[in-house]
């Protein structure tokens, strides 16, 4: 894989939490495919129905920006490639998600998003997320 995918690949990652942060839903939506699916996993939570499509994807992400007042902050790292060919690639991030108000900044939760990114049209997209989350917030 060359670099100049390698970087727009973190791109997109980072503009995926990045929209879910600024409430920006602009940012945030060009980052999934249309049919894009989105796996839950939260320990101790029980099974999660997976977000299949753009749209359904849009609603979560949504509807998660609306049921809150606070400033959040979910911090990708240690984005590492477990497999990269032509035009798809699997990708694996830790997730640690802060949230800020009254003066006050705490740890909302932690995990680990495993990607599948695929280039579509010339633009890398995520076409399956599944996030397994440590802990319930």
């Known amino acids: 894989m060359n670099p100049l995918d390698i970087i727009a690949i973190h791109e997109v990652l980072a503009k995926a939490v990045s929209g879910l942060d600024q409430r920006n ?6 980052c999934f495919t249309s049919d894009a699916r989105f796996e839950l ?3 101790g939570a029980g099974e999660i ?3 299949v499509g753009r749209e359904a994807i849009m609603k979560l992400m949504t509807d998660s920006m609306n049921s809150h007042t606070e400033d959040r902050r979910h911090v990708i790292s240690n984005i590492y490639f477990e497999s990269a060919e032509e035009g798809s690639a699997r990708v694996v ?3 640690v998600a802060f949230q800020s108000e009254h003066g006050k900044i705490n740890v909302m939760t932690s995990g680990v998003y495993r990607d599948l990114v695929k280039k579509v049209d010339g633009k890398w997209q995520i076409a399956v997320r599944h996030l397994a989350l440590d802990v319930p917030f």
Do not use: Y
């Open 25 to 30: 839903v602009a940012l945030m939506e060009p």
């Open 41 to 43: 996993e939260i320990k």
């Open 49 to 51: 129905p997976p977000f």
């Open 93 to 95: 991030s830790n997730l």
